[in-house]
T-cell receptor, first 114, second 112 residues
């Protein structure tokens, strides 16, 4: 059973460009979460999605950031017009969505904005 | 609001000794408390978790205790080994589907 997959693993963008991060949850998992980790810091929740629905986006900046989890394909976190402060590791986690809430993390995408 | 305080921020122990990390939280509705281990440049890995209906859980050299009245929970690692060196994060969550709120992390160094 493959774990949570993320790509790309590393992404370099210049200021003003768009970054698109992808996440494929574990097989059988229908809940996806995105977290951001700044260097030497903890993980901060951004957004929680189920198939075709955003359930909680309370941690995601209102501007430039968007997320989706279409019926087919991976979940995508999109950052428009990136700035240097967006440089971080972005982790996706998935859970089966049963009464338990174990979340399993992908390897992360390390975004560097030049 | 939701907040998790984690202490200490760094912990250095001699191989074979025990390590204890403590977390306190503010949201009394939380009922799920996982611990993650993150090695440098790697993903956070779930190492143990506890739910609010139990006070203690053990898995080999790792144990977690929960005091819901006092709103704190702790991770205990016994007989530490060099491979236990990593950053450990506590977190809290609610029912299925709830986001996790993480502590600031504890950098553990096990000296051989």
């Amino acid at each position: 059973n493959a774990g949570v997959m993320q790509n790309p693993r590393h992404l370099v963008r210049r200021r003003g460009q768009e970054a698109r991060l992808r996440c494929s949850p574990m097989k059988g998992h229908s809940h996806v979460y995105w977290y951001r980790q700044l260097p030497e810091e903890g993980l901060k929740f951004m957004v929680y999605l189920q198939k075709e629905n955003i359930i909680d986006e309370s941690g995601m900046p209102k501007e430039r950031f968007s997320a989706e989890f279409p019926k087919e394909g991976p979940s995508i976190l999109r950052i428009q017009q990136v700035v240097r402060g967006d440089s971080a590791a972005y982790f996706c986690a998935s859970s089966p969505g049963t009464i338990y809430n174990e979340q399993f993390f992908g390897p992360g995408t390390r975004l560097t904005v030049l | 609001g939701e907040n998790v305080e984690q202490h200490p921020s760094t912990l250095s122990v001699q191989e074979g000794d025990s390590a204890v990390i403590k977390c306190t939280y503010s949201d009394s509705a939380s009922n799920y408390f996982p611990w993650y281990k993150q090695e440098l440049g790697k993903r956070p890995q779930l190492i143990i978790d506890i739910r609010s209906n139990v006070g203690e859980k053990k898995d080999q050299r790792i144990a977690v205790t929960l005091n819901k009245t006092a709103k704190h929970f702790s991770l205990h690692i016994t007989e530490t080994q060099p491979e236990d060196s990593a950053v450990y994060f506590c977190a809290m969550g609610g029912a299925a589907g709830n986001k996790l709120t993480f502590g600031g992390g504890t950098r553990v160094l096990v000296k051989p």
